[in-house]
């Protein structure tokens, strides 16, 4: 027969677990927050014509596997189509912009909840591999939309995709310190759980 000591204790230990469980929530929330605000403007800067312009004429080179249909740099996420493209080609990029932020920030929140109490350099590079993540699955789609707007065959829908991926990988490991940055520089909620009330 339970006491009524033991019926307390229950009761505060189901409400410490709540309280936890409602911490790493919290916890989880805001380095998501930050991995997709950080991505989110990312795709922004990307969907910017004169910076695209500006960067494209001093880096010219970063251009050359484009001339081979493979996507360049991350998707950008623009209102209206940017040059002679259509509005088929900005809604497919547009998509595969918010693809990468939902990528990326479902990528951050995994990590959190699996480890709520990582150090600092597990943070850094959950928020590196998030873009990571997110710039290649964007690379995907985007590779698929390359194939299908040149009327590709079998070779060009598997070989399109793949190296829409690899070189969104890689974008997205040039850019990567950038929300991983961003998440060390957030402000982190300690995970302590309240205090058991007393038992009378």
């Not at 230990?13 to 919290?26: C, T």
């Not at 623009?78 to 990468?100: I, K, V």
């Not at 951050?108 to 943070?123: F, L």
């Amino acid at each position: 027969m339970r006491t009524k000591t033991d019926a307390l204790r229950g009761r505060a230990a189901d409400v410490l677990r709540g309280r936890a469980a409602d911490a790493v929530r919290g916890r989880a929330g805001d380095a998501t927050v930050v991995v997709a605000g950080v991505c989110l403007l990312l795709v922004l800067l990307h969907g910017s014509g004169t910076l695209l312009t500006a960067f494209t004429a001093r880096a010219g080179l970063s251009v050359a596997p484009s001339a081979l249909g493979v996507p360049f740099a991350l998707p950008g996420l623009r209102a209206t189509p940017l040059g002679a493209t259509d509005w088929s080609w900005q809604l497919c990029e547009n998509f595969a912009a918010l693809l990468l932020v939902a990528v990326a920030a479902a990528r951050m929140r995994r990590h959190v909840r699996r480890r709520p109490d990582a150090g600092r350099g597990r943070r850094l590079l959950a928020g590196w591999t998030a873009l990571i993540a997110g710039a290649a699955a964007a690379g995907v789609w985007r590779g698929m939309v390359a194939a299908r707007m040149v009327e590709a065959g079998l070779w060009g829908w598997l070989l399109l995709p793949l190296a829409g991926a690899l070189f969104g990988a890689l974008w997205g490991l040039a850019l990567g310190w950038l929300p991983g940055a961003a998440v060390l520089a957030a402000k982190r909620p300690p995970l302590t759980a309240p205090r058991a009330p007393e038992a009378s």
